[in-house]
């Protein structure tokens, strides 16, 4: 039983369009969502989060946006570039304070063309 | 400064034997974390440590799996009687204090044949 899901395994982007990655959730018990980036061969980079107690966080390029009563979250990077390349992860903290692992779902390949 | 180190980057081994999976985190962090990540996969909670203890255990796969750290620092992941499906990237993460932002090493891919 998935608690976190990212149910697009890739998505291909133009150069400088806006790239949209999904995440859906089902414990409504997280109250704090980070999303990771990931290049081959290297581990995850942690690029944005969110608290719960809000709907929206930007932070340059990248918004996340948090929609609680649907138990959605949304990762926005406008324009996309093509170092934007990589795999997202979405992630939870367990027991939604924080304290140990984070649940993370299986990721969404992006691939930005030229 | 430094980040977090793993080693070996890479591992082969047989199935049966025994493996060790060595962690540095980034200095001055109290919490450190392991993961995997099989095929496909997204990343599966192992195991964390608070300072050299390990209140969370919940997510070793079996009793073949066992970790510790030493002088709050260093840690290792040792896996027993390796089997096939063992085969996956191990990552360590460490974080400033429990709850705080998770900074993650390259990982260790282990292959178990």
């Known amino acids: 039983d998935q608690q976190v899901k990212q149910n697009s395994p890739s998505l291909s982007v133009q150069e400088g369009r806006i790239s949209i990655l999904n995440c859906d959730y089902t414990?409504?018990?997280?109250?704090?969502f980070l999303w990771y980036k990931k290049y081959p061969a290297e581990g995850p980079t942690f690029l944005i989060s969110?608290?719960?107690?809000?709907d929206k966080n930007e932070d340059g390029r990248f918004t996340v946006f948090l929609n609680k009563s649907a138990k959605h979250l949304s990762l926005h990077i406008v324009p996309s570039q093509p170092g934007d390349s990589a795999v997202y992860f979405c992630?939870?903290?367990?027991?939604?304070?924080?304290?140990?692992?984070?649940?993370f779902g299986k990721g969404t390949h992006l691939i930005i063309q030229p | 400064g430094a980040g977090v180190s793993q080693s070996p980057s890479n591992k082969v081994t047989e199935k049966g034997k025994d493996v060790e999976l060595r962690c540095d985190p980034i200095s001055g962090h109290t919490a450190l974390y392991w993961y995997r990540q099989s095929l496909g996969q997204g990343l599966e909670f192992l195991i964390y440590f608070q300072g050299n203890s390990a209140p969370d255990k919940s997510g070793l796969p079996s009793d073949r799996f066992s970790a510790e750290r030493t002088g709050g620092s260093v840690s290792t992941l040792t896996i027993q009687r390796t089997q096939q499906e063992d085969s996956a990237v191990y990552l360590c993460a460490s974080s400033v204090l429990r709850g705080e932002t998770q900074y993650f090493g390259p990982g260790t891919r282990l292959l178990v044949l």
């Open positions: 969110i608290s719960s107690i809000k």
């Open positions: 992630a939870a903290p367990d027991s939604g304070g924080g304290a140990d692992g984070l649940t």
């Open positions: 414990n409504s018990m997280f109250d704090y």
